[in-house]
């Protein structure tokens, strides 16, 4: 794991598509950082961009 600190990622997004993002996580006990992280992780290897073991994080899941 890296020592470096974590990077802040904001967005702006509907506020309804954000609560409904939310009890999605819930219903599946993770957290919406957790998912996102996942879903970044999942694109970069379906466009043949690994994540880096450095800046990769364990995640939930």
């Known amino acids: ?3 470096k600190p974590a990077a802040r990622f904001t ?7 954000k609560q409904q993002f939310e009890e ?3 219903s ?3 957290t919406p950082s957790q998912l ?3 879903m970044i992780k999942a694109q ?3 466009h043949a961009r690994p994540a ?3 800046l990769a994080r364990k995640t939930k899941g």
């Open 1 to 3: 794991m890296s020592t």
């Open 11 to 17: 967005f702006l997004l509907d506020p309804e598509l």
């Open 24 to 26: 999605l996580c819930a």
């Open 28 to 30: 599946q006990d993770i």
């Open 36 to 38: 996102m992280r996942q």
């Open 44 to 46: 970069l290897q379906q």
């Open 52 to 54: 880096r073991p450095a």
